[in-house]
């Protein structure tokens, strides 16, 4: 049995398989503001990664946050999903930005 499934017997010849999820939902609340009232609407979205190999696990959640998120902010738009790494600064340069 592979490592994202379980079996568990429950007697009398029954079994209980569980398997592991790779499901990611994204949570949105959409408000429309009218004459002193709040309507508002509840957006779900569910994505299956069960087939998406785990190195490409964030650069698919960036893609999502992007298509689908309330708020995005891309400061380089050459990569925009690149993963940035503080820049190298001698222990002198802590003042930096």
Known sequence: ??????????????????????????????????????IELDIEIKADFEKIPPEHHHTFIHMMTAKYGGVVNIHDNTDPFKIEDAPKRRWYQFWKH
């Not at 490592?3 to 569980?18: N, R, Y």
């Open 1 to 38: 049995m592979g490592e994202d499934k379980a079996s568990f017997h429950l007697g009398g010849g029954h079994h209980l398989m569980i398997k592991t999820s790779q499901i990611v939902t994204m949570k949105e609340t959409v408000r429309l503001f009218k004459n002193g009232k709040v």
